[in-house]
Nanobody
Framework: QVQVTESGGGLVQAGDSLRLSCAST????????MAWFRQPPGKEREFVSG????????HYVDTAKGRFTISRDNAKNTLYLQMNNLKPEDTAVYYC?????????????????????WGQGTQVTVSA
């Protein structure tokens, strides 16, 4: 059974940084697109950032551009999300997802149904 496990969340102040990690047991990890989604309190899950299997195609939601950086280390089966200059509106449960081999555009990477495996989430809380 494939496991996807997020870590790195926490309580920080506005302007601080956090680095989220996502480890997967999927043996063919390098063949799959991956993404970060988040679910703010009382709201629906939303796309944050995604990367295709090669790492060559990366996309961000507008609110993350310039502050968040997604990266993957296929040798370690790990996905990262470096989050800088955090804002209170970034408060959410952050989920890692592993999905379709073909996903590379914003339109495909941002669709939750593209992803087959999801982690349990890690809480990020940003105080003002």
């Amino acid at each position: 059974q494939v496991q996807v496990t997020e870590s790195g969340g926490g309580l920080v102040q506005a302007g601080d940084s956090l680095r989220l990690s996502c480890a997967s047991t999927k043996r063919t990890f390098s063949r799959y697109a991956m993404a970060w989604f988040r679910q703010p309190p009382g709201k629906e899950r939303e796309f944050v950032s995604g990367v295709d299997s090669t790492g060559a195609n990366i996309h961000y939601v507008d609110t993350a551009k310039g502050r968040f950086t997604i990266s993957r280390d296929n040798a370690k089966n790990t996905l990262y999300l470096q989050m800088n200059n955090l804002k209170p509106e970034d408060t959410a449960v952050y989920y890692c997802a592993l999905g379709a081999t073909y996903a590379e555009t914003y339109e495909t990477l941002s669709r939750p149904e593209v992803y087959d495996y999801w982690g349990q989430g890690t809480q990020v809380t940003v105080s003002a």
